[in-house]
């Protein structure tokens, strides 16, 4: 890691100048701050904010809810802190909005503001400060998104491939084999693994996955109203769905429409959001397991800081089986 | 995780004698020792030994040398040593035959041995353990195996497509655009992804892979004889190799053909082990941290052992440029 006088002699200035610089000292100018900050920037400088006691570390979150238990980032960002604070980290979870991102360099804002690591929760693949992660010197991690190539970031998640043959291989074991799949918008990299761990699975497993049982959409109600009735004409007797909000949804419709859950139709989530427990049936599911991804995700900031250099990091999916799920129901 | 309580009400007997059974005491029968060992293993007890102030790690070591400083896995043990013994940890270091294999159960051994987790190296795919992995109870971290949907279960390794996709781009940037690839045997399942691996990167970057360019065989000399005359004869102006002794072996049958390295051919590895600085000329190579491997694999134990299930962990693989590939020598 880069020192002050490693900026000092790239520069050619002294390391006060330096240091008074990064401290925003009135005496120095504009430009030079500005200077110092690239080379610091460029060089892989970070600082250890003075006489602070421990190190501080950005949790930023983005397009998640997280401030309620029932909500999906609750327990991400408590796996954090409850790993990352008794180490003598301090946490400061930072929302993170388009302007933010407009306003600042991923890295000049990791510097200035004294964080010697970050994790990031929720961005989407538009995200300006996505872009700037490929190349970021700041060591980070991020969830749910998988960058390549640049030894200082982390990609966590969960094995959404493991995660898919488990659904596909206990739909199976209930007789299931007309098994449908309805995806959200597949430009995310997440929905897009599932979509084609689900083909991978029913391949395996000897079952047919094409358009017949298969539909993807951003938007809910075109899955319900373009791609549901389909799935249904054709005889699906269990459909699985990428995550838990649409298996929902499916299960409300298929519900209007007079179909009972499990005995005519089997439906299956992913993600177990704790909504999971309340639907009606409780609906099963594959568990993102969110307090240890928090976790995991400290594991992999301090191996970083570390420079042991983790390039991705899945957790184990678990199936947790409720009762939305049934044996199938052979028509005689 | 199981207690003695667990166990003794599992089998309706007192906890002095399930306690008794674990420690091999005389006044209880070989076949109530059996029962509570398995009951123990079905259960996924763990006993902590009596008196001892650390908790002991298993290391097998099988199919690889490790003993000297040269030894691939000389590092791999000493990253994992240098973490987990200042952590509390004891690690013994044991060489795994298949003899041990066919006398003990993995997770029997484990119990009885006293250790609360296992981090096995070197393992093949016929390796009688390897199927027991699958649903083994005991904490266990694989290096270069990759076992899905056990929970007890991290497999490590490196980013294998993340390391070709690298040595790809790198020898196309020096203007190589016939570049050839020789692999050891495709049953290996590291071998089988850096292979997959090259097709793809081929593809995204606009390159021809195909078996006029592509060779494999378990045995060197066959690759030598049956497939690198091929890719000379199709005017490859560059090989990738899948390791670094099958590229040092091609690169010395080049060097006897009287090609000129790297003027005629850049020869490219794969592994960085520590042979690659010291071949005619220097092997540039995609490297394997083998130090932060150990420390991962350690990492990854630490996390499971807190019930942090951690699947598969893979680091970033890293570009070491020497002297045996150079810009690619046009013919006018």
């Not at 739909?171 to 299931?176: I, K, R």
Request: one cysteine or more; aromatic letters at 8%; a negative charge.
């Amino acid at each position: 890691m880069a020192t002050l006088d490693d900026i000092a002699r790239e520069l050619g200035v002294s390391k006060g100048t330096v240091s008074k610089a990064l401290n925003g000292a009135k005496d120095v100018s504009q430009k030079t701050k500005q200077s110092v900050l690239e080379t610091a920037v460029k060089l892989g400088y970070f600082r250890a904010p003075r006489n602070a006691p421990s190190q501080k570390l950005a949790l930023f979150v983005i397009n998640m809810e997280y401030k309620k238990p029932e909500d999906f980032g609750y327990d991400v960002i408590s796996g954090f802190r409850i790993t990352a604070e008794p180490a003598g980290f301090l946490v400061d979870v930072i929302p993170l909005t388009r302007q933010m991102q407009f306003d600042w360099h991923y890295d000049d804002f990791m510097i200035r503001e004294g964080y010697c690591g970050g994790f990031l929760l929720g961005l989407s693949l538009s995200e300006p400060w996505l872009n700037e992660i490929a190349d970021c010197k700041t060591p980070t991690i991020l969830y749910d998104n998988y960058i390549r190539g640049n030894p200082r970031v982390t990609s966590i998640g969960i094995d959404n491939e493991e995660g898919i043959e488990m659904a596909v291989h206990y739909l199976q074991s209930l007789g299931h084999q007309k098994i449908g799949y309805l995806s959200s918008d597949l430009n995310s990299q997440v929905y897009r693994k599932r979509y084609d761990a689900f083909i991978k699975a029913m391949s395996t497993s000897g079952l047919v996955a094409d358009d017949s049982v298969m539909g993807a959409d951003f938007h809910v109600n075109i899955c319900l109203t373009n791609h549901l009735p389909r799935l249904l004409k054709n005889e699906c007797t269990a459909i699985l769905c990428s995550h838990d909000v649409l298996a929902h949804s499916v299960m409300i419709h298929c519900l209007e429409l007079g179909l009972r859950i499990p005995e005519d139709i089997s439906i299956m989530g992913f993600d177990d959001i704790p909504l999971c427990r309340y639907t009606a049936p409780p609906l099963t599911t594959i568990r993102q397991k969110r307090t240890s991804l928090g976790k995991s995700a400290f594991s992999a900031l301090i191996n970083q800081l570390n420079h042991v250099p983790m390039g991705t990091l899945l957790l184990h999916a678990e199936l947790i089986e409720r009762a939305s799920c049934g044996p199938v129901n052979r028509k005689d």
